[in-house]
C-alpha cells in the first residue's frame, strides 16, 4: 500500500499540474467507464445486498454520479480560476491571487450503504482538483468492490487511480499513509479511528459520519404530500441511508393521521409489502440482527411497535428483510432513540409546541441532515435557526445530496468538512495565496535604520 503511494506521488510530482482539458478528459474516461461497467455494476449491488431494487442503484447512484461528473466538468474552469484578493493600501501597487493547485494524492475510504456513489463522487472531485486517488471500498460489498476495482482499471493506470480492498485491518493501515487529504465516508465510530491515524502524518480530513437526522413536521402538516416524501427518504435503500430521517417529531394530535397516512403511502410505494420489487434487503445478517434488537428491545420496554403498508399475500419471505415498522410510546433511552437506525424502522415522538422540539434536537448530538414540513413562516426559521446540522430539507428529504451546488457535509458528531462541487474542489485542492510587491509599498520602505517615516506610518496606523 505504501508503495501505491510513493508511486501515485511520484507520478505527480514528475508531471506538469493538468489543465482543464487534461482533467475534463479524466472526468469523460470515468463517465464512459460508468456507463459501460453499468449492468455490472447494478447486478454487482444486488448481489451484495440480496435484494437491491435495479431502479434505487440508477435513481440513487448512477445517475447522481453521473449528474455530479457532468456538473465538475462544466464548472471547472471557474472552479480553477485563480482569483484577485484585496490588497492593503500601503502595498497598493502590488498584486494578491490565490491559485488553487492540486494537493497530490487522495486517499478515499467508502462504506457499503452506496457502494457506488461514495465512491465515485469523492473520485471525481479528486480527479477535478487534479489530484491522483487511492480508494479503499467497504469489505461488506466485496462483489461491487471487485467491479469498481476492474471498472477503474480498464481506465486509469495505479499512478492515476487505485483500489485497494479489505475489511477494517486494511482500512487501518490504509488510513495511516501519508495522504495529502483523506476523504472518510462511514460511522461516527470508525471517525474517530480515523481521524487519530491521520494525526500521526497530519493529513487533513473530511469526515462524512452518520448519527440520528430528525424530521419534524408542523402541526396541522401531516398530509399525503408530505408523508409521502418522508416515506420516500425513509425507505430508499431499505432505510440504509446516512442522510435518511432517523426518528420523527410529530405533534401529538397530528398522531394518528401521521400513522395512518405512513402506512398508506407505504402500501402505495411497495404494494407486495416487503416483498416488493422495489424494496431493498439489509446488507447482512449482523444488521439484520442488531435491527430486530432494536424492536425486541423497545418492545421489552413497553413501545409499540407495528408493521405498516401490505403483508405480502404469500408466506415466503426474501432474505434479511424487515418490514416498514413505526415505533410510538419510546423512551429516549432505548437504543433505537441513542443509536443511528440505518433500516426501515421509524421512531415517532410527540410534541405539544416547538421550544420542546428544538431542546430535544439540540439535547443530542448535531445530525447530518434535518428536516422540516410545514409553511416557510416564523417557526420553520425558529427551527432553522436554532438548530446546527449538516445539512437542512425544507418540505423534502434525502434531495439536497443531489444537488450539486450546495455543500454536503456533516457537523460535530455527523462530521468535519464537506465536498460536492466548489465545497468538494476546493477541500481537495491548496488555496495557495501569493502577492506580488509593486513598485511602491509602505511596508518595503520601513527598514532599519527606522526614522521619521516609521514614525509617522505608525501614528497613523495607531491613531484613534
Ligand atoms: P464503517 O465506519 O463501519 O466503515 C466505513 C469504511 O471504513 C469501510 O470501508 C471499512 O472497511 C472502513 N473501516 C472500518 N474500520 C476501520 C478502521 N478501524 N480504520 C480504518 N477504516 C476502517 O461504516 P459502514 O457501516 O460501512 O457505513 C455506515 C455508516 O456510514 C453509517 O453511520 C452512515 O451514517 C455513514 N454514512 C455516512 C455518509 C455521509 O455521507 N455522511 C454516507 C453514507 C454512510
Redesign the pocket.
Known sequence: MADLLTRQRDAFLASEIPGVGQRREKLAVLRAAILAFKTELKDAINQDFGHRSRYETDIFELSVVLQSIDYLSRRLPRFMKSERRHVHWTSKSGQAYVEYQPLGVIGI??????PVL?TLIPLATALAAGNRVMV?????TPVTSEVLSKMLASVFSPEEVTVVQG??EV??E??HLAFDHLLF??????GH??MR?ASDNLVPVTL???GKSPVIISKGHVNQQNVDRIVFGKLANGGQT?VAPDYALIHEDDLAEFIKQYSASVARSYPDGPLSRDYTSIINERHYQRLMGLLEQARGHGATVTEVGRQPESAARRLRTIAPTIVTGVSDELDIMQQ?I?GPLLPIKTYRNLDEVIQFVNARPRP?ALYYFGNRDNECDTVLRRTTSGNVGINTTVLHVAQDDLPFG?VGAS?MGAYHGIEGFRAMSHAKGTFVQGRYSLPAMLRAPFGKLADMTLAYMFRR
Open positions: 475510504i467508502a462504506p457499503w450503504n452506496y461514495l479503499k471500498p467497504s469489505e461488506l475489511g477494517p482500512g487501518a490504509f488510513s465516508t462511514g460511522s461516527t465510530q470508525v479511528h480515523i491515524a462524512e459520519l452518520g446516512c443511528e440505518f447530518l456533516g462530521g
